[in-house]
């Protein structure tokens, strides 16, 4: 394919050059990013988008995705074919053809090829400079003679005339030659800082690509995790269900069969009561009293009947007994709760707090749970792990796995929430979390939000409703995470590093508390 061919196919139909950061749309068709974003821009509220090629219709804007294997090509195009010159500037005296001219004489207004060059006067009013050209302004507008200078403080060109009439006394003036190569030199500077900003912007488009790439994997791993969680959660509620139901059942079942059994015994007793009233009848109706009063055997077993029969008392039917059962209910629940706690978070014992790590203006709950800022000084023993300022470190260390902890935080009052290495130091100003490189946190400053470590600050922009937050950290992965607990849980920020050394929370209050919260399972 000839290169002129080539180029119709590598232009854009919008702008008709060469593809610039091509796009494709659904349907097949590329056009430039601005030209086609410019475009769309001016279709809103039309009712809709349309291709310009093709007039493929679109309900939704449609999504610009970048065709890099076309902009690989159009760049390589470009580089390897440039743009042609349309024509040039020819010779003045060469009337008879048309001879390219190779300089121009600025005193004779005339251009020049190389023969015309050699033949030219070389007084030193004939400045001769690079083809250009000649029409009116490149005359001065006052004196009407050739611009020959360049004023560098007033930034015009002027004429000899201007130069000699004072108007430019004092100032640097040079020839318009040198003040052009200077500025083509700044441009040559400007075009490379240019090409190395828009490399740089390449590479970081491709690092972000690369990040979207690793997120939509990531996703996908965390998705397919989610749904056999669910799986797994969802068999074995099923069986807990069952196990459950299955108990109900039993215990209906015996209640129901010692309900039956006492029924059919009351009934044998009634049958047996039924004869005895007969004998007792048949005995009563006697007028004999000398026969009634004889003891003979059927006396004395209806007499003896009488007075010793009873019946089986209610204690023997049995009941369905709930409260067993939704204990068994409510431990398989915790049970399966438990089991998807481990396969997601590290199981870890609770995050309490080092008392013996406290500022001697702060109080530490007896559950060990919440640190408050005091106005006095307590009179605790002065150790080296003792923070000399308003802070205090867990108990609890992670030098591996995923965890997770909440905490409240007062209304009132500055605070630190974060981690800490257990080599920080526990003296001076530079000891607070997130003013060293050895702590992380989220700051609290009346009331603006700030994320910090090694004394870099990061602003949050959002605005927080919510005075409960968590922490997350996945300490292989070199993860540590803050966000707010409000209705939906929002993503505060997230700390990217290498760990090197065991951690532990950490937390900083003025005029204020912190309280560690018990988690729901």
Same mark, same amino acid.
């Given at each position: 394919?000839?290169?002129?061919?080539?180029?119709?196919?590598?232009?854009?139909?919008?702008?008709?050059?060469?593809?610039?950061?091509?796009?494709?749309?659904?349907?097949?068709?590329?056009?430039?990013?601005?030209?086609?974003?410019?475009?769309?821009?001016?279709?809103?509220?039309?009712?809709?988008?349309?291709?310009?090629?093709?007039?493929?219709?679109?309900?939704?804007? !449609?999504?610009?995705?970048?065709?890099?294997?076309?902009?690989?090509?159009?760049? =390589?195009?470009?580089?390897?074919?440039?743009?042609?010159?349309?024509?040039?500037?020819?010779?003045?005296?060469?009337?008879?053809?048309?001879?390219?001219?190779?300089?121009?004489?600025?005193?004779?207004?005339?251009?020049?090829?190389?023969?015309?060059?050699?033949?030219?006067?070389?007084?030193?009013?004939?400045?001769?400079? &690079?083809?250009?050209?000649?029409?009116?302004?490149?005359?001065?507008?006052?004196?009407?003679?050739? +611009?020959?200078?360049?004023?560098?403080?007033?930034?015009?060109?002027?004429?000899?005339?201007?130069?000699?009439?004072?108007?430019? $006394? #004092?100032?640097?003036?040079?020839?318009?030659?040198?003040?052009?190569?200077?500025?083509?030199?700044?441009? =040559?500077?400007?075009?490379?800082?240019?090409?190395?900003?828009?490399?740089?912007?390449?590479?970081?488009?491709?690092?972000?690509?690369?990040?979207?790439?690793?997120?939509?994997?990531?996703?996908?791993?965390?998705?397919?995790?989610?749904?056999?969680?669910?799986?797994?959660?969802?068999?074995?509620? &099923?069986?807990?269900?069952?196990?459950?139901?299955?108990?109900?059942?039993?215990?209906?079942? &015996?209640?129901?069969?010692?309900?039956?059994?006492?029924? =059919?015994?009351?009934?044998?007793?009634?049958?047996?009561?039924?004869?005895?009233?007969?004998?007792? &009848?048949?005995?009563?109706?006697?007028?004999?009293?000398?026969?009634?009063?004889?003891?003979?055997?059927?006396?004395?077993?209806?007499?003896?009947?009488?007075?010793?029969? /009873?019946?089986?008392?209610?204690?023997?039917? $049995?009941?369905?007994?709930? #409260?067993?059962?939704?204990?068994?209910?409510?431990?398989?629940?915790?049970?399966?709760?438990?089991?998807?706690?481990?396969?997601? +978070?590290?199981?870890? !014992?609770?995050?309490?707090?080092?008392?013996?790590?406290?500022?001697?203006?702060?109080?530490?709950?007896?559950? +060990? $749970?919440?640190? /408050?800022?005091?106005?006095?000084?307590?009179?605790?023993?002065? /150790?080296?792990?003792?923070?000399?300022?308003?802070?205090?470190?867990?108990?609890?260390?992670?030098?591996?796995?995923?965890?997770?902890?909440?905490?409240?935080?007062?209304?009132?009052?500055?605070?630190?929430? #974060?981690?800490?290495?257990? *080599?920080?130091?526990?003296?001076?100003?530079?000891?607070?979390? #997130?003013?060293?490189?050895?702590?992380?946190?989220?700051?609290?400053?009346?009331?603006?939000?700030?994320?910090?470590?090694?004394?870099?600050?990061?602003?949050?922009?959002?605005?927080? *409703?919510?005075?409960?937050?968590?922490?997350?950290?996945?300490?292989?992965?070199?993860?540590?995470?803050?966000?707010?607990?409000?209705?939906?849980?929002?993503?505060?920020?997230?700390?990217?590093?290498?760990?090197?050394?065991?951690?532990?929370?950490?937390?900083?209050?003025?005029?204020?508390?912190?309280?560690?919260?018990?988690?729901?399972?």
């Amino acid at each position: 394919m000839a290169a002129a061919d080539l180029r119709d196919e590598l232009n854009c139909s919008i702008c008709l050059n060469v593809y610039e950061d091509p796009i494709i749309l659904r349907c097949g068709h590329n056009f430039c990013s601005t030209c086609i974003g410019h475009l769309l821009t001016s279709q809103e509220g039309s009712g809709g988008y349309s291709c310009p090629q093709c007039r493929m219709r679109f309900v939704e804007r !449609p999504e610009l995705q970048r065709n890099i294997a076309l902009r690989n090509i159009a760049e =390589r195009f470009q580089s390897t074919h440039p743009e042609e010159e349309l024509g040039g500037v020819l010779c003045t005296y060469c009337i008879n053809s048309s001879v390219l001219a190779v300089k121009t004489c600025v005193h004779c207004q005339a251009s020049l090829c190389e023969g015309h060059v050699k033949m030219h006067n070389k007084s030193p009013e004939h400045v001769l400079i &690079e083809p250009t050209t000649y029409s009116e302004n490149r005359k001065c507008p006052k004196h009407k003679k050739i +611009l020959e200078f360049y004023c560098c403080e007033d930034s015009v060109c002027i004429c000899v005339s201007c130069r000699l009439d004072g108007t430019h $006394k #004092g100032h640097q003036v040079e020839s318009i030659e040198d003040a052009f190569e200077k500025k083509r030199e700044k441009l =040559r500077n400007v075009l490379g800082d240019l090409s190395s900003h828009k490399a740089e912007a390449r590479r970081r488009i491709q690092t972000l690509l690369g990040h979207k790439d690793k997120v939509k994997r990531k996703a996908a791993t965390f998705n397919k995790k989610v749904t056999n969680l669910f799986r797994d959660v969802h068999k074995k509620l &099923e069986a807990l269900e069952k196990r459950i139901l299955d108990e109900g059942h039993r215990q209906e079942e &015996e209640a129901t069969n010692s309900v039956t059994d006492l029924i =059919r015994h009351l009934e044998a007793e009634i049958d047996e009561f039924s004869n005895k009233i007969i004998m007792a &009848e048949k005995l009563y109706n006697i007028t004999d009293p000398l026969s009634l009063s004889e003891d003979n055997g059927t006396n004395k077993e209806v007499y003896e009947d009488s007075k010793g029969t /009873t019946t089986r008392e209610g204690n023997d039917v $049995k009941d369905l007994h709930e #409260g067993p059962t939704f204990k068994s209910l409510l431990k398989g629940l915790f049970d399966i709760v438990n089991q998807v706690r481990s396969d997601t +978070l590290q199981t870890d !014992p609770e995050v309490v707090l080092d008392a013996n790590t406290a500022g001697k203006s702060m109080r530490v709950s007896e559950d +060990l $749970k919440t640190v /408050t800022s005091t106005e006095i000084s307590n009179d605790y023993p002065t /150790t080296p792990r003792r923070f000399s300022i308003n802070q205090v470190l867990s108990k609890t260390r992670f030098s591996s796995g995923r965890h997770y902890w909440e905490v409240l935080t007062s209304e009132r009052g500055n605070w630190r929430i #974060g981690v800490a290495y257990v *080599s920080i130091d526990t003296k001076g100003k530079l000891s607070a979390i #997130g003013s060293n490189r050895k702590s992380w946190c989220l700051r609290r400053f009346y009331n603006k939000y700030s994320v910090m470590h090694g004394q870099n600050e990061i602003h949050c922009m959002q605005t927080f *409703s919510s005075h409960r937050f968590g922490v997350y950290l996945d300490y292989e992965e070199g993860r540590l995470s803050f966000y707010e607990l409000c209705d939906p849980v929002r993503h505060i920020y997230t700390f990217h590093t290498t760990f090197t050394e065991p951690l532990h929370a950490a937390f900083l209050v003025t005029n204020g508390f912190v309280k560690i919260m018990n988690m729901p399972y």
